[in-house]
Each structure stands twice: as C-alpha cells, then as structure tokens.
C-alpha cells in the first residue's frame, strides 16, 4: 500500500530564506508527482506536476525534483515570502487516483 | 478560463439526512474527480468521472455516490449522514484526451459540510 509523508510537518521562517520540502513515498511505481498549496479553508492550487521521465519541474521560485529510485520529492522555494505561507502537499499518482501525503504547513513571518 | 466551482460552500445537516453536493469542472475538462478532506484522515480520493461514467472508485461505503452529466457538471451525494462525514469535500477536473489523475488536477474551493 502506497504512503506518503512529508517532513517537517510544520515550519516557520523568516522572509528570505530558501526552504526544502520534502515528500517521501513507499512505492516507486508511480505515474507522476504534483506538488499542491493549500491556503486555510480553501481547495488545492496546483503549483508543479513532475512526471515519473522527469527528473524536475521550475515555476518562478519553486523547484521541484523527483528521485523515484528512493522514493523521494523536495520542494524548493527560494526568497521566500509572507504569502507564500500555506500548507504544502504532495500527491503521488499511481494510476487511477492522487496519494496525499500529509502535509507542511509553512510560516513566513516578515 | 473560469476555475472549478463547487456549490454550495457551506452546509449544515443533521445526522440521517443526506446531501448533494455539486461540482462545475473547468470548460472543456471532461474528468471530475472527488476528494473528503478531514483533520484525521488527510485528502482521501472517493471517485472519479468521465464522460459520464464513473471510471474509478476509492474505498469509501456505498452511502457515497456521485454521478456525471453530459456537460461534465458532477454531483456527489451522502445519503444516511453520520457525524464522521463532517469534512471539506473536494472537487477536481483535468483536460487531455483521457483527463484524470495523471494529468494536471484543478481543485475547487471546496464544500465544507458539518454534520450535527
């Protein structure tokens, strides 16, 4: 059975600083990964899709990599600041449906 | 292009009713998928459709049943509601051919329900 986790399960930092998420999964056979916020009581924004070829994905400040030999995603965000606080999920999709794992929730404090 | 919604966002039933939650998926996306969300389980998948067929299913009890219309619009509903459904319930659509989990997922804001 497929499990996904995520360390840390929270994080606060100052603005500026570069952060790594990380994202663990026991089953290498996945299809893709994608990388989600969540801001409080709202839905999903889908931030960076890697497929299972792909070794990486860049949208502006966040990188995302995939090792799927180890099981593994990070979540790199550079100059971090005040909104980019949220929870940070990742979803490992096998075939037919996304595997959430538990979560970061990031706090950038100005 | 318009973003998911979902209706309505907030709902309040007592325990033994049942609801229908609905979901517009992005214009052109054909596969719906719903997700519960709760503080003890996390984001668990409960079914996905296309083309008006339900394609995939997660591992939730038949109270939970959802269905497709032709212009992709989704509804889901409890029936017989139990304390434990209280939970934000998620929508998501996908484009492509084949649409689905393995394409980009766009999230709705959610339904948050409570169950009393």
């Known amino acids: 059975k497929q499990e996904v986790t995520q360390i840390p399960a929270a994080l606060s930092v100052p603005e500026g600083e570069n952060l790594v998420l990380n994202c663990s999964f026991t089953?290498?056979?996945?299809?893709?990964l994608q990388w989600f916020r969540q801001d409080p009581g709202k839905g999903l924004t889908s931030l960076l899709l890697?497929?299972?070829?792909?070794r990486e994905q860049t949208s502006g400040r966040l990188n995302a990599s995939l090792d799927k030999s180890s099981g593994r995603s990070t979540l790199y965000i550079a100059a971090s600041q005040p909104g980019d606080s949220a929870t940070y999920l990742c979803?490992?999709?096998?075939?037919?449906?996304?595997?959430f794992g538990t979560g970061t929730r990031l706090q950038v404090f100005p | 292009k318009a973003g998911v919604t979902q209706t309505p966002r907030y709902l309040i039933k007592t325990r033994g009713q049942q609801v229908t939650l609905s979901c517009s998926p992005i214009?052109?996306?054909?596969?719906v998928s719903w997700y519960q969300q709760t503080p003890g389980q996390g984001l668990q998948f409960l079914f996905e459709?296309?083309?008006?067929?339900?394609?995939n299913k997660g591992n939730f009890p038949g109270r939970f049943s959802g269905r497709q219309f032709s212009n992709s619009r989704s509804e889901m509903n409890v029936s017989t509601l139990e304390l434990g459904d209280s939970a934000l319930y998620l929508c998501?659509?996908?484009?492509?051919?084949?649409?689905?989990?393995?394409?980009?997922?766009?999230f709705g804001p959610g339904t948050r329900l409570l169950v009393l």
């Open positions: 998501a659509s996908s484009g492509g051919l084949a649409g689905g989990p393995q394409e980009t997922q766009y």
């Open positions: 089953d290498s056979a996945i299809y893709n």
């Open positions: 890697i497929q299972s070829s792909q």
């Open positions: 979803a490992v999709i096998p075939t037919d449906k996304l595997i």
């Open positions: 214009s052109g996306h054909r596969s």
């Open positions: 459709y296309f083309s008006e067929t339900q394609r």
